[in-house]
């Protein structure tokens, strides 16, 4: 049997969210007892929130929603590199040592340990001249454990505008911290939600 690697983290009420973004909530509208034979609930949450697949809408007033966007890049070969404690942006030179004959997903990771119980104000982010390597390279789609592609920070967003005109699709918030550099074949699939500017994704590394 083919190992399997889940790479999205867990969601919860205790999620981080990019300040001033919507936390997950549930709440039960029904709960099984006399007269309801069913759970039932309610949620409410950023498509953020977790491991997640923003749709060109995010970035461009007029993109496309998630639920138009293109599936094949997120199913397929794909290269997971790793540039942990690179600094602030992963730059061509944290990930040279693995851009032989990329496929045409690669993520990366920055961290040892993915936060996973507060914000990174400092999280790292990619340089836009890496992401306009990577798709010189032919790269489709680009991935990484932090909950952006560019900083916190950052109001021009560069690398996001970069994969705007260039046409790539992004993965962020990943869970990589046990995932070994290597080729994989990916798979995250984003729901098809018609007017979102994101969506979440159960995001799942089969080896080859």
């Known amino acids: 049997m083919q190992k399997l690697w889940d790479i999205s983290p ?23 007892g006399p007269g309801c ?14 491991a997640h697949a923003d749709a060109p809408l995010h970035y461009d007033p007029q993109g496309e929603a998630i639920g138009a966007v293109d599936l094949q890049a997120f199913i397929g070969p794909c290269r997971v590199i790793h540039a942990i404690n690179c600094g602030p942006l992963v730059r061509p030179e944290h990930l040279a040592h693995a851009m032989d004959q990329l496929p045409e997903r690669v993520l990366v990771r920055v961290y040892e340990h993915m936060p996973q119980t507060q914000f990174d104000t400092a999280l790292p982010a990619f340089a836009p001249e890496t992401v306009s390597l990577l798709a010189d390279r032919g790269v489709m789609l680009i991935g990484i454990d932090s909950a952006s592609i560019d900083p916190a920070d950052s109001k021009p967003l ?13 993965l962020e918030n990943l869970l990589l911290d046990d995932v070994p550099e290597g080729d994989y074949e990916l798979i995250a699939l984003p729901l098809k939600l018609t007017t979102a500017d994101a969506s979440p994704v159960r995001a799942v590394l089969r080896e080859l």
């Open 10 to 32: 867990p969601v919860h009420a205790a999620s981080p969210v990019f300040p001033g973004d919507t936390a997950y909530a549930q709440q039960w509208m029904a709960t099984i």
């Open 37 to 50: 034979p069913v759970n039932v609930s309610a949620i409410t949450l950023s498509p953020h929130v977790g």
């Open 158 to 170: 560069p690398s996001h505008q970069t994969i705007r005109h260039r046409g790539l699709r992004v």
